[in-house]
């Protein structure tokens, strides 16, 4: 009767190296939210998730903010 519940649910983000490791600037690690992120601006304000998600200083939000426009940049127009 043990083993309630999932105990490991993380997405497996091997394979997407399109964002930095780390934050340029404090070594943060940025990449492990990432896959998040970028899930959850579809519907929600990029600024609330980044607080959601700790990432609180402005040059580790600045690594994630700036990669979508240039993803956006780069994704063909459809
Ligand atoms: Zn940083």
């Given amino acids: ?17 399109m964002i930095p490791v780390r934050c340029f600037t404090c070594g943060k690690v940025v990449s492990s939210v990432w896959g998040e992120y970028k899930d959850r601006i579809v519907e929600e304000n990029p600024k609330d998730v980044l607080d959601d998600l700790g990432i609180k200083r402005y040059c580790c939000r600045r690594m994630l903010l700036t990669h979508v426009e240039l993803v956006d940049v780069m994704a063909p127009y459809q």
């Fill in 1 to 17: 009767m043990e083993g309630q519940g999932p105990e490991q649910n993380d997405k497996s983000l091997t394979g997407d190296h």
